[in-house]
């Protein structure tokens, strides 16, 4: 997991090549302005999505995990905290939905972080995180998948 600003994301890029691409992209548009929907960045090798969605209290935040794609998520309209537990200790899953990339578990998280606008946090396949965390209302927010 990786907790910094967009203009940070620079940083990273030699660790996935396609991370320059994540980064162009955020650097490129006015993201408090994108409507919600998909992005095409680089097929499906790097995409975003804009999406406004309901925050949740830390008992109905659930740990998600995805195999296939890496997230950069950049909470855009407000702050949002995420859970995270290491995915090897991490309990039994539910079943893997391969077309959504994506398991729950029912496990609880060690830590949380809250990440303010445009800042970014990023969760590889190893970092079950639980998202949308917050005293209710609404959030928008991108996320970026770059796939492993």
């Known amino acids: 997991m990786i907790i910094d600003s967009i203009s940070g994301l620079k940083h990273y890029c030699q660790m996935n090549e396609r991370f320059e691409k994540a980064f162009a992209f955020l650097c490129s548009n006015d993201i408090a302005s994108l409507q919600t929907g ?3 960045i680089d097929g499906d090798n790097v995409y975003a999505t804009v999406s406004e969605n309901n925050l949740k209290n830390t008992v109905d935040a659930r740990l998600e ?16 905290t995420f859970g ?11 079943a893997y939905d391969d077309k959504k990339d994506i398991a729950f578990f029912e496990d609880k998280p060690d830590f949380y972080y809250t990440v303010h606008p445009l800042n970014i946090i990023v969760f590889f396949p190893h970092d079950a995180h639980a998202p949308l965390i917050g005293d209710g209302g609404k959030i928008k927010k991108i996320v970026i998948k770059v796939k492993v």
């Open 84 to 94: 995270w537990k290491d995915r090897s200790l991490c309990g039994k899953s539910g």
């Open 38 to 40: 998909r992005y095409e």
């Open 65 to 80: 995990v995805h195999d296939l794609y890496i997230d950069i998520q950049v909470p855009v309209s407000g702050s949002e």
